[in-house]
Nanobody, 120 residues
Framework: QVHLVESGGGLVQAGGSLKLSCAAS????????MGWYRQAPGKQRDFVAS???????NYADSVKGRFTISRDNAKNTEYLQMNSLKPEDTAVYYC??????????????WGQGTQVTVSS
């Protein structure tokens, strides 16, 4: 079983910055892709960013140039640096990871979510 624990959310003024972290633990043999989604009230969960083991990144158009995703493979941890935050970035942010367990099967796991609120 794999657990993802997020941290770093909070309240920030527009134009400010926050850094989210997501640490994976459990019977992990390897992690392929890690990433982030977000869900605003009354809306669907949307893709934000992803990063592969080799460091290839992908971003939603709405966050390109403002958000940076990174990971520490040795710690099974990913980060999301969010700069120039806007009120429309307000949402619950969920991290995810997929990979392989130590006993063979693939896994896909989600964190519990962390609230990010950007005031105008």
């Amino acid at each position: 079983q794999v657990h993802l624990v997020e941290s770093g959310g909070g309240l920030v003024q527009a134009g400010g910055s926050l850094k989210l972290s997501c640490a994976a633990s459990g019977s992990i043999f390897s992690i392929n892709t890690m990433g982030w989604y977000r869900q605003a009230p009354g809306k669907q969960r949307d893709f934000v960013a992803s990063i592969t083991t080799g460091g290839i990144t992908n971003y939603a158009d709405s966050v390109k140039g403002r958000f940076t995703i990174s990971r520490d493979n040795a710690k099974n941890t990913e980060y999301l640096q969010m700069n120039s935050l806007k009120p429309e970035d307000t949402a619950v942010y969920y991290c995810y990871a997929n990979g392989r367990l130590t006993d063979g099967p693939d896994f896909s796991a989600w964190g519990q979510g962390t609230q990010v609120t950007v005031s105008s």
